[in-house]
């Protein structure tokens, strides 16, 4: 079945470092893929979002590319500010179409 | 407008005990999903609703976990018997309707705590 792998964390960044966080899929044909965060005391919220291979989904200067070559879909940021101390999430839609499926999430701790 | 509303915040319970978890979707939202969060597993799938009907309640993890929602709207989760490791965050979610072949987003509410002594 489906499935999502993440890189683990803690990621411990400066403020103004260059973010990149893994992530990784298995899937049956081209899921849509999703970047969930979910900051401290809330709920998740979605961040980003690609619907077909090459799809660039990009939010508060967050990016990420829908790669079916190498089926990644890392995230990356060009400079981060401690406002984005969060756990994210990557996820994809699972096989019957009725849920997402979820990587472990990693945390990110950006200090100034 | 209002997003995902779930109730209560916190439950404490005994072992042993019943709990009922509320979810009041987003108004015009006919997909509706609950999930569970905690530490050893992460984010898990528990059950899908469509409208009242649920096709896929393949995550609920024993027959003690059970949901209905009823008018297309409001969900109920209901944990029988609670046992410790049931002790987690209850997520609900919902999301538009969905047309073949589109994706879709899901919403989702601040969660329940629940906590089993």
């Known amino acids: 079945g489906n499935s999502v792998t993440q890189m683990e964390g803690p990621v411990t960044l400066s403020e103004e470092a260059f973010l990149t966080i893994n992530c990784t899929y298995t899937?049956?044909?081209?899921?849509?893929l999703f970047w969930y965060v979910q900051y401290p005391g809330e709920g998740l919220q979605l961040l980003l979002k690609a619907t077909k291979a090459d799809d660039k989904g990009s939010n508060k200067g967050f990016e990420a590319t829908y790669r079916k070559e190498t089926t990644s879909f890392h995230l990356e940021k060009g400079s981060v500010q401690v406002s984005d101390s969060a756990v994210y999430f990557c996820a994809l839609v699972n096989q019957a179409g009725t849920a997402l499926i979820f990587g472990k999430g990693t945390t990110l701790s950006v200090s100034s | 407008g209002a997003g995902v509303s779930q109730s209560p915040s916190n439950k404490v319970t005994e072992k042993g005990k019943d709990v009922e978890l509320r979810c009041d979707p987003i108004s015009g939202h006919t997909a509706l999903y609950w999930y569970r969060q905690s530490l050893g597993q992460g984010l898990e799938f528990l059950i899908y609703f469509q409208g009242n009907s649920a096709p896929d309640k393949s995550g609920l993890p024993s027959d003690r976990f059970s949901a209905e929602r009823t008018g297309g709207s409001v969900s109920t989760l209901t944990i029988q018997r609670t046992q410790q490791e049931d002790s987690a965050v209850y997520l609900c979610?919902?999301?538009?309707?969905?047309?073949?072949?589109?994706?879709?987003?899901?919403?989702f509410g601040p969660g329940t705590r629940l906590t089993v002594t």
């Open positions: 979610a919902s999301s538009p309707r969905r047309t073949s072949g589109r994706s879709y987003e899901q919403y």
């Open positions: 899937a049956t044909g081209y899921p849509s």
